[in-house]
């Protein structure tokens, strides 16, 4: 294949189409459901009706005119890129970031792939014993993440379509209130849009974590979990009160010494995060909360928020 060619069309740099094609290789790829079956699929992983009805009109018919070849192969290689690492539990970007603009084969063309891989991770998680219920709960995340970068006007994307190739891996478990990360000796929790984060619904999903891995994954040894969020940076606590979710969440972890994080702005991912946008001017941000106050109000102060790390044994 003309590499340079193929990334001209995709309106991506080359060298993004030359990780792909290194990454697949010959690899397996992995076939989409049948179309027929794609609603109830979409259903049961979450995803809202005006985005199904995105999905489903961009379907890579065999005789779309929407699906130039380099857009399948795109689509076929990031499937065999994914697969490949069936098992992993690291960041893995499936393929380059699109010009989503040009229609709905390119906004979501990472959703199909998630949707081919979706026979492929229950498979490894019925290898592993994981409930169905926890498999579906948690591979509907795609659902909250595509209604989330709608509210977003198509923002978040860039960052969702790698986040996702953790569930679709195997990598990570929605249990309860937290998601839950295997890594090597500690398990990375994340806070999905899920409701308060009260205590006892941390507490149970903790629980059910310590049981979870020793069960279906008994040659991996945890000693801690671990966390990685501008939701532990201790400047909160000038503004929340002490008895809030938040700072009481802080409060399980020893952080690690601060280090400015390579490549992420911790005042983007709080903006991220706590008002869904990236471009809306401070002054604009609506202020409905005491956490929306605070951090609008630290960063018109000129002040920074920080991400920090930390971790507490199992």
Same mark, same amino acid.
């Given at each position: ?39 109830? /699929? ?31 192969? #795109? #689509? ?15 960041? #893995? ?54 209604? /989330? ?41 994340? /806070? ?6 009260? &205590? ?33 940076? &201790? ?10 979710? /938040? ?22 991912? @709080? ?13 604009? #941000?609506?202020?409905?909360? @005491? ?24």
């Amino acid at each position: 294949m003309d590499l340079d060619d193929t990334a001209a069309r995709l309106g991506v740099p080359v060298e993004d189409v030359d990780r792909v094609h290194r990454l697949a290789g010959d690899r397996p790829s992995a076939p989409l459901p049948a179309k027929a079956d794609a609603p109830a /699929i979409l259903d049961r992983l979450a995803v809202r009706p005006d985005d199904a009805a995105e999905i489903m009109a961009g379907w890579p018919d065999p005789d779309s005119p929407l699906w130039t070849p380099e857009l399948r192969w #795109l #689509l076929d290689r990031s499937i065999a890129l994914i697969r490949a690492d069936l098992g992993g539990h690291g960041w #893995l970007p499936p393929g380059p970031e699109l010009p989503r603009e040009r229609g709905p084969a390119w906004r979501h063309l990472y959703v199909y792939a998630y949707l081919a891989l979706v026979d492929v991770v229950t498979g490894y998680h019925r290898d592993h014993g994981v409930a169905d219920a926890v498999s579906w709960l948690t591979l509907a995340d795609l659902g909250r993440n595509l209604a /989330i970068d709608r509210r977003m006007h198509r923002e978040g994307w860039p960052v969702m379509q790698s986040w996702l190739t953790l569930h679709a891996r195997g990598g990570l478990y929605e249990l309860g209130r937290l998601q839950h990360q295997r890594g090597d000796t500690a398990i990375d929790l994340h /806070i999905p849009e899920a409701g308060p984060l009260n &205590p006892e619904a941390v507490a149970a999903s903790l629980d059910e974590a310590r049981a979870f891995f020793p069960r279906h994954f008994p040659d991996e040894r945890y000693t801690a979990f671990s966390c990685g969020s501008w939701l532990l940076d &201790p400047q909160l606590q000038e503004y929340l009160p002490g008895d809030s979710n /938040i700072v009481r969440f802080q409060r399980r972890f020893e952080l690690e010494p601060y280090e400015e994080p390579e490549g992420l702005d911790a005042d983007v991912e @709080v903006l991220r995060f706590a008002f869904r946008t990236l471009t809306t001017p401070l002054d604009q #941000l609506p202020l409905r909360t @005491v956490l929306q106050r605070a951090i609008v109000d630290h960063l018109k102060a000129g002040r920074h928020w920080h991400w920090r790390r930390g971790r507490f044994p199992i």
